[in-house]
């Protein structure tokens, strides 16, 4: 597996470079937002772990670069630990965020878990199949292809999306509370994950609604948590 280091202090990069290393991991290193971009570009990356505060490209203005070609797993790293930093980050295709300074364990595990999302993208326990497609109404996944079409066109989700849109398609019309949702999708227990939670559900109605204030496919139910309709 191949995860790309993106910071502008050098001696964080290589202390994240051993911490990863020692998990069988290759790391990749760039020290701002343009190499982070120039290596996407020659490599075959499967997780980014990505600085906010960087010289030439910033860490959000070269995730939202990456997220217009490629839909792997971005955590942020940054010294920002408000709950509107996060959200922002959240809201502009992070998959996760962690804040400096960091646990090396809880650092490893996020990796770790984004990876495997990233790599079952999809699967499920005991089910599967060249040809199982969940579909609702115009709402359609392609379980094989890992990809989710709304009438007919694609639409690009990242992997934490596809896997909530999944979660919802596979149980349509069972009710999901926030915490079953994060700690099914996260395979984490949840923690005041209201705001995370959130924040994907908004990225993903704005992919798939029409009018994502009045949905047609993923639905809220007012103090329980949310479904995608059965039909």
């Given at each position: 597996?191949?995860?790309?280091?993106?910071?502008?202090?050098?001696?964080?990069?290589?202390?994240?470079?051993?911490?990863?290393?020692?998990?069988?991991?290759?790391?990749?290193?760039?020290?701002?937002?343009?190499?982070?971009?120039?290596?996407?570009?020659?490599?075959?990356?499967?997780?980014?772990?990505?600085?906010?505060?960087?010289?030439?490209?910033d860490g959000i203005k070269?995730?939202?670069?990456?997220?217009?070609?490629?839909?792997?797993?971005?955590?942020?790293?940054?010294?920002?630990?408000?709950?509107?930093?996060?959200?922002?980050?959240?809201?502009?295709?992070?998959?996760?965020?962690?804040?400096?300074?960091?646990?090396?364990?809880?650092?490893?595990?996020?990796?770790?878990?984004?990876?495997?999302?990233?790599?079952?993208l999809g699967a499920a326990?005991?089910?599967?199949?060249?040809?199982?497609?969940?579909?609702?109404?115009?709402?359609?996944?392609?379980?094989?292809?890992?990809?989710?079409?709304?009438?007919?066109?694609?639409?690009?989700?990242?992997?934490?999306?596809?896997?909530?849109?999944?979660?919802?398609?596979?149980?349509?019309?069972?009710?999901?509370?926030?915490?079953?949702?994060?700690?099914?999708?996260?395979?984490?227990?949840?923690?005041?994950?209201?705001?995370?939670?959130?924040?994907?559900?908004?990225?993903?109605?704005?992919?798939?609604?029409?009018?994502?204030?009045?949905?047609?496919?993923?639905?809220?139910?007012?103090?329980?948590?949310?479904?995608?309709?059965?039909?």
């Open positions: 597996m191949n995860v790309l280091v993106v910071d502008d202090d050098r001696e964080i990069v290589e202390s994240i470079a051993i911490y990863l290393s020692k998990e069988n991991l290759n790391i990749l290193k760039a020290y701002d937002g343009l190499q982070a971009l120039e290596r996407v570009a020659e490599n075959n990356i499967h997780l980014i772990l990505m600085d906010v505060m960087m010289p030439r490209l070269a995730m939202l670069r990456i997220r217009e070609q490629n839909n792997i797993p971005i955590i942020l790293v940054s010294a920002k630990s408000e709950d509107t930093d996060k959200i922002f980050g959240l809201e502009f295709g992070a998959d996760d965020y962690i804040t400096k300074p960091f646990n090396p364990l809880e650092l490893i595990a996020r990796v770790k878990s984004q990876l495997r999302r990233y790599v079952k326990e005991g089910i599967g199949g060249a040809s199982e497609r969940l579909c609702s109404g115009g709402l359609c996944l392609d379980v094989h292809q890992k990809k989710l079409t709304v009438d007919g066109e694609e639409v690009k989700l990242t992997p934490i999306e596809y896997k909530i849109v999944e979660l919802l398609l596979r149980n349509q019309g069972r009710v999901f509370s926030i915490n079953e949702i994060y700690e099914r999708v996260w395979n984490e227990p949840s923690f005041s994950p209201e705001n995370t939670v959130a924040v994907h559900i908004r990225r993903i109605r704005e992919k798939i609604e029409i009018n994502p204030r009045e949905p047609k496919y993923l639905k809220v139910v007012w103090g329980i948590g949310y479904k995608i309709e059965k039909t």
